[in-house]
């Protein structure tokens, strides 16, 4: 039965996300927030823990402070470059145009609640779950927002890296069920080294295919200048991917040939850290479980427990991968290719003031 509720919703949530996907950058980006929302009250409302929190007086709302003012800070940071339409609003344009001195008054006035509402016996209790909602910014509400940075540099810096920690997932419980019989670590007993490798197999060839399909697919490659609200438009997006396509190396086995493509040597390394370090994230969130002795987050989704449980890997990936792509692919120090292909992707507009620019600054 557990297992059959497992099946069904890990389909259930696989179509959502593919749903949120082929709607568009908008529709994924409401997505995530209702997910870091789940986990920051699975976190705050453990099944062991719910009436102690009732009993603490202005907990509840100090907790949610955090949550607001971070959400605030990280989202509208990553993505106010995209919401320039918003500055014809007076009020609007303030929150964008003083938003780091907004989210540090906020912040401060928060941590002021907090101190002042310390109590003796729980102080403790207290401290652990402002370490808690900091630790919830760090890795939830951060992640979330690398993940809307990797949405905004194209679509498929987001579908890959959250498709391949699905995919590993899903194939280390199969392969481990199949083959497996030497234990992972003690954190996990049912983790095996058998899954583990299984699945790195597989979440290697998932990468090679998924990679040569998204090149098929130009709007999966371009970057999204602006948020729209008109699902289905960002199939729309137009951009030149001969940067991307370029082959670097073809693999001949027998009648088959394999093209390793630019664009294979960027998601490579996205691919190797979801497979090999992104099962982390889980035995962490096992580690936290058993520490406090509770089986799932919540019963949120039958047969995978909370959102926390179904996501706990999903952020740290979604970290790397911002790292990853700031670092080494779009990099302005990368080079002049980069630069034509930055312009490339500019509206006349933006390519007009680049004109104006060198014009100007090379004395023509």
């Known amino acids: 039965s557990d297992?059959?509720?497992?099946?069904?919703?890990?389909?259930?949530?696989a179509g959502t996300f593919v749903l949120c996907v082929v709607m568009g950058p908008f529709y994924c980006i409401i997505g995530l927030f209702g997910i870091i929302f789940?986990?920051?009250?699975?976190?705050?409302?453990?099944?062991?823990?719910?009436?102690?929190?009732?009993?603490i007086k202005n907990l509840s709302s100090i907790y949610w402070g955090f949550f607001w003012i971070g959400a605030y800070f990280a989202h509208v940071y990553t993505i106010k470059d995209h919401l320039e339409w918003l500055r014809k609003y007076y009020y609007l344009r303030i929150l964008l145009d003083y938003h780091n001195l907004i989210c540090f008054c906020l912040y401060a006035a928060n941590f002021y609640r907090f101190f002042l509402n310390l109590q003796k016996g729980v102080?403790?209790?207290?401290?652990?779950?402002?370490?808690?909602?900091?630790?919830?910014?760090l890795i939830f509400i951060m992640g979330s927002?690398?993940?809307?940075?990797?949405?905004?540099?194209?679509?498929?810096?987001?579908?890959?890296?959250?498709?391949?920690?699905?995919?590993n997932d899903i194939f280390a419980l199969i392969c481990g069920r199949l083959f497996g019989?030497?234990?992972?670590?003690?954190?996990?007993?049912?983790?095996?080294?058998?899954?583990?490798?299984?699945?790195i197999v597989v979440t290697i060839f998932w990468w090679f295919f998924l990679t040569k399909f998204c090149l098929k697919f130009e709007f999966l490659l371009c970057p999204q200048k602006d948020i729209s609200f008109v699902p289905f438009d960002w199939y729309y997006s137009q951009c030149d991917?001969?940067?991307?396509?370029?082959?670097?190396?073809?693999?001949?086995?027998?009648?088959?040939?394999?093209?390793?493509?630019?664009?294979?040597?960027?998601?490579?390394?996205?691919?190797?850290?979801?497979?090999?370090?992104?099962?982390?994230?889980?035995?962490?969130?096992?580690?936290f479980k058993r520490s406090i002795g509770i089986k799932d987050f919540s019963n949120l989704i039958p047969g995978h427990g909370g959102m926390t449980d179904r996501m706990d890997c999903q952020f740290l990936m979604g970290i790397f991968s911002c790292m990853w792509l700031g670092q080494f692919v779009f990099n302005a120090n990368n080079?002049?290719?980069?630069?034509?292909?930055?312009i490339?992707?500019?509206?006349?507009?933006?390519?007009?003031?680049?004109?104006?620019?060198?014009?100007?600054?090379?004395?023509?």
Not at 45 to 55: A, D, I, Q
Not at 145 to 165: D, T
Not at 335 to 342: E, F, H, P
Request: with cysteine; proline share 3%; net charge positive.
């Open 38 to 55: 789940g986990v920051y009250y699975e976190l705050f409302n453990l099944p062991k823990y719910v009436e102690r929190n009732k009993s």
């Open 335 to 342: 080079g002049v290719k980069n630069a034509i292909w930055a």
């Open 123 to 137: 102080m403790r209790y207290q401290i652990g779950k402002l370490g808690l909602a900091h630790f919830g910014f």
């Open 181 to 199: 019989r030497h234990q992972l670590t003690v954190i996990s007993p049912k983790k095996t080294w058998e899954g583990y490798l299984g699945a």
């Open 241 to 287: 991917t001969s940067f991307y396509k370029e082959v670097l190396y073809t693999l001949k086995i027998g009648q088959f040939n394999f093209d390793f493509t630019r664009l294979h040597s960027f998601t490579l390394p996205l691919n190797l850290f979801a497979s090999t370090y992104g099962p982390l994230g889980g035995l962490f969130a096992s580690a």
């Open 344 to 364: 490339d992707n500019m509206n006349d507009q933006d390519k007009m003031q680049i004109f104006n620019y060198l014009k100007r600054t090379l004395g023509h």
């Open 145 to 167: 927002a690398c993940m809307e940075v990797n949405i905004f540099h194209g679509m498929i810096w987001f579908c890959l890296p959250v498709s391949s920690i699905i995919v």
């Open 3 to 13: 297992m059959r509720d497992r099946v069904i919703f890990t389909f259930v949530c």
